[in-house]
């Protein structure tokens, strides 16, 4: 159960866009389209943004989008605002039935 | 609207136990499978354990596999971890948090409640 792979940072401009990756194996992110990714502001809970790799929850922005290829799975965010700011979470099913989470991607709105 | 709430946290000696409770409101909790997650200080999310809808089917994460007991009362809206031979890697905020009805996807999570296991 080892967590996914996130880099640790990720910046952009207001109204850039930016794209966090996700790697993880063939026993998870390969294994199935359930990957989801949460947004997390500081000292709140999380909150859902993408699930099943490319749906958003009804009132999540379609300034968020999702993708995967093969093990890897993308979180882009296009039109950064400065709201945008928080600290990015990837997770995904696995085959043993399990979940697991990345290291987590701290995005830093210029 | 959708409440879960997380009672039961504290401060607690090194070997000891603990019980964590999630009490939910505004859904039919016997629907949904439900889960604990927690959060180290200043560290990223782990994922701990999961509960089926009716409680037949529970997985847990290595880390606490043998130690923690997940159960669930659909009579009391109620969700619990019990937490066995606590250490001090285990000392986070436990969220409790809900899947998507039918989808392998969390949805939505309570506030938390911070676990601190320190002699």
């Known amino acids: 159960q080892s967590a996914l792979t996130q880099p640790a940072s990720v910046s952009g401009s207001p109204g850039q866009s930016i794209t966090i990756s996700c790697t993880g194996t063939s026993s998870d992110i390969g294994a199935y389209n359930y990957v989801s990714w949460y947004q997390q502001h500081p000292g709140k809970a999380p909150k859902l943004m993408i699930y099943d790799v490319t749906y958003r929850p009804s009132g999540v922005s379609n300034r968020f989008s999702g993708s995967k290829s093969g093990n890897t799975a993308s979180l882009t965010i296009s039109g950064l605002q400065a709201e945008d700011e928080a600290d990015y979470y990837c997770s995904s099913y696995t085959t043993t039935s399990t979940r697991v989470f990345g290291g987590g991607t701290k995005l830093t709105v210029l | 609207q959708v409440q879960l709430v997380e009672s039961g946290g504290g401060v607690v000696q090194p070997g000891r136990s603990l019980r964590l409770s999630c009490a939910a409101s505004?859904?039919?909790?016997?629907?949904?499978?439900m889960h604990w997650v927690r959060q180290a200080p200043g560290k990223g999310l782990e994922w701990v354990a999961a509960i089926s809808y009716d409680g037949s089917d529970k997985y847990y994460a290595d880390s606490v596999k043998g130690r923690f007991t997940l159960s669930r009362d659909n009579s009391r809206n109620t969700l619990y971890l019990q937490m066995n031979s606590l250490r001090p890697e285990d000392t986070a905020v436990y969220y409790c948090?809900?899947?998507?009805?039918?989808?392998?996807?969390?949805?939505?999570w309570g506030q938390g409640t911070l676990v601190a296991v320190s002699s």
């Open positions: 505004g859904l039919t909790f016997s629907i949904y499978g």
């Open positions: 948090a809900k899947d998507i009805q039918g989808r392998v996807a969390i949805d939505y």
